[in-house]
């Protein structure tokens, strides 16, 4: 029996275990772990810009709702106080009216007020004591309706003079009185709040010493 070759059995203890003469297979088994932490490097960079972007959105989002909002209440700010100033201008519009149809019907009735002034001025020249008494009455009582509903007579005898409420018909020399001085009224005046509806007719004194300063402020 012939026994086998050295260089056969060589070949046949490598067929057996081919990784025994291979001196590089442990170094290549140690770097096959370290694929997988390669790859998940890339999806995590992923999920942080996806959060960013999310992040972004929502902040643009907020800013957008708070600009609305500002816009929304900047609208019923300036819509209340336009609405303000409509309810004041009606108010005053209509304060107004109701004062000008209250002058007219005041104006109507001044010639009656005079009428029964003349009526009371002959009834006390002739003695009609019974029919004064009853006209007074009457007209106070008109006077005080008047005065009511804000109307003020202007009869400024021995006050100093005011052109814008009374009407010079004359002048009377009184050394004694002071210059500018009503010295009658001929017919008295009526003003309603700030308005004259009629300015008084009076007499005015001159020749006297001229009126103080306060006074005249007064």
């Known amino acids: 029996m012939t026994s086998p070759e050295k260089d056969e059995v060589l070949e046949s203890s490598e067929a057996v275990n081919p990784s025994a003469g291979s001196p590089s297979s442990p170094s290549s088994a140690s770097e096959e772990p370290a694929a997988p932490e390669a ?50 201008r009606m108010t005053e519009q209509r304060a107004e009216e109701k004062l000008r149809a209250t002058e007219k019907l005041v104006e109507g009735l001044l010639p009656v007020i005079d009428d029964f002034e003349r009526t009371i001025s002959y009834a006390t020249d002739n003695g009609e004591t019974g029919l004064l008494d009853g006209v007074k009455a009457v007209m106070n009582k008109l006077v005080a309706v008047l005065e009511k509903d804000g109307v003020q007579v202007i009869s400024p005898e021995g006050e100093a003079f005011d052109a814008l409420e009374c009407q010079a018909v004359a002048t009377v020399d009184d050394p004694g009185a002071f210059d500018e001085t009503v010295a009658q009224v001929y017919q008295k005046g009526y003003r309603m709040g700030k308005k004259v509806l009629r300015p008084a007719m009076v007499t005015v004194t001159t020749g006297g010493p001229k009126r103080p300063q306060e006074d005249k402020a007064e």
């Not at 500002?70 to 303000?84: F, I, N, P, S, T």
């Open 39 to 88: 790859a998940g490097a890339p999806a995590e960079a992923e999920v942080v810009e996806e959060e960013i972007v999310e992040e972004d959105a929502d902040a643009e989002a907020v800013a957008k709702a708070k600009a609305e909002v500002a816009d929304w209440q900047d609208k019923y700010m300036r819509l209340h106080a336009e609405w303000d100033t409509y309810r004041r």
